[in-house]
């Protein structure tokens, strides 16, 4: 394992969809909660709430709350470059960066996480937990805007599952 890069990896995935409905995707809070979380608020610079159908922005701050995990993510946008470019904290200042391509009749979705810690506790929880949650969400990306199936498990007497 002396050559594994503790520090960051990247997920790409083709979606079938038009690049902006995978930008939208990721930046509005209705949209987000269909694949990826229960709950997603979000706060402008001076404290006022993002509309739940409103794009985010560079300086929102997020909160952000999945299914069946009795855990609160906060973070900070980066970047939101309106098109095919997102970049946001997430796991205290690890930075993620989602970059949108086209290709054919798809949408490339490269998410690249980066900046992890290398101490023992964030090589397990953020470099090998957050790689194998990612896989399941951007898989999950895939079938919501493809198919419309939400592949999440959301009964709380189902735990622990691949699906949340």
């Not at 095919?84 to 490269?110: G, Q, W």
């Not at 810690?117 to 957050?130: E, M, V, W």
């Amino acid at each position: 394992m002396r050559d594994f890069d503790w520090t960051s990896f990247t997920k790409r995935i083709a979606v079938k969809s038009s690049m902006e409905t995978i930008y939208k995707a990721w930046t509005i809070p209705s949209e987000i909660e269909r694949w990826f979380l229960e709950s997603a608020g979000f706060q402008r610079e001076d404290g006022s709430e993002v509309g739940h159908h409103s794009a985010i922005k560079a300086g929102d701050r997020y909160s952000w709350e999945w299914f069946l995990y009795d855990v609160t993510e906060h973070g900070r946008i980066v970047e939101a470059n309106g098109t095919d470019t997102l970049v946001f904290t997430f796991a205290d200042e690890c930075h993620v960066r989602i970059r949108l391509k086209e290709e054919y009749d798809y949408t490339i979705v490269e998410l690249t996480q980066n900046n992890i810690p290398t101490d023992d506790a964030s090589k397990r929880d953020i470099r090998l937990g957050c790689a194998t949650g990612w896989s399941f969400y951007l898989l999950n990306l895939k079938s919501v805007y493809e198919g419309g199936l939400d592949l999440r498990n959301k009964d709380e007497r189902l735990t622990p599952m691949v699906n949340n």
